[in-house]
Each structure stands twice: as structure tokens, then as C-alpha cells.
């Protein structure tokens, strides 16, 4: 009886690899079509997942023009309205951060909205003329978003602190320009 000799490949594939009647070779005639590589699919997922933020990115823009043109009104309950306070702290969280910790109050019969919060931009280290003029752009800022986010609010009044010491007050009018707003600097600035 003749001994059967295995070639490397066929060692390697298992029994018949490459032997009449065996599991052909990739790539030999009659081998069938070619398997997929993981690169295609690859692909094919990075194509999917850029149409579906395509998509998204569209529609986000929509949604955007929609709220620009006031077409979408917010989700507030039927009969209730924001409380002019709660604007302007919103006002000064997008100025100045939650770090800011604002407190803020209305006076419904002056019409003025009451704002304390922590600067931002104040440093003990910049000099007295740059932090004058952080303190200035900040509470400007402040009072003219206020103003805007709330316009039953007349008048508000920024005060900025940093600790417990106030460092400046910053007051401004629905009629008012920007540069208008009156800005009061504390005796102990620095």
C-alpha cells in the first residue's frame, strides 16, 4: 500500500486542501467568487453612518431657522410665563457660566429685574484699569441679554462680586445703548 504524502498546504488547510476533489484554493479556477473583505464593509459602515449625520445635520439646520423665525414657541404650559428673573439669570449663566452662581429678583411694580453674580473675568492679579474694563464688558453684556430674554423687565440692575466683596454695579434701561449703561465701580476695587 502506497503512502499518501501531504503537501504544505494541504497540512496546513486540513485534509484535501488543494487535492482532487477537495475544497478548491482562493483564487484557483473554479475557487468561486472571491471573499469580502473587511474593508468593504468598512466602507459600507462609514458611508451609513455619514448619511445618518448628514441627515441629522439637516435637520438640525431646519429646526434652527424654525426657532430664528419664530415658527417654534417654547414648551411652556398653557397659562404660565416665564418669570422675568428666571430670564435674566439665564442671561447671565450664558455670560458669565454657572459659576457665577446668579441670584436673581423681579420688582413687577418698578419693573426692575435684580441681578448678583460672581465675575467671571475679575483677577486680583490683572491691573486696576483691565479689570474696570472686564467688569464694564461683562456687566454690559449681562444687562443687555437680560433686557433682550425679558423684555417686560424696564430696567435691570447688574451687581458683580467676586468672594463677598461687590466690585461693580452695571444698570441699564429697555431704551437704553449699550454704551449708556451706567457703570459704578465699588470704592474698594483694587
Partial sequence: MAKAVRSGSAARFGSGAGAPGGPARRGAPGAGPPARSGRRSGLIIAAAAAV???????????????????????DVPQGATLDPA???R??????????????????????????RFQSKYYDPKHSKALNRQYLATEGRLVVQLA?????EAGRVVAELYHGRDKLATVSGASGDDYKSYVVQYASTLP
Wanted: charged share 10%; no cysteine.
Fill in 147 to 151: 433686557l433682550y430674554n425679558a423684555p
Fill in 90 to 115: 439665564g442671561a447671565v449663566i450664558t455670560i458669565s457660566g454657572e459659576a457665577s452662581r446668579p441670584q436673581a429678583s423681579y420688582d413687577p411694580a418698578s419693573g426692575t429685574v435684580l441681578l
Fill in 52 to 74: 445618518v449625520l448628514a441627515a441629522g445635520g439637516v435637520l438640525f439646520a431646519q429646526r434652527v431657522m424654525q426657532v430664528q423665525q419664530g415658527a417654534v414657541t417654547p
Fill in 86 to 88: 428666571l430670564r435674566a
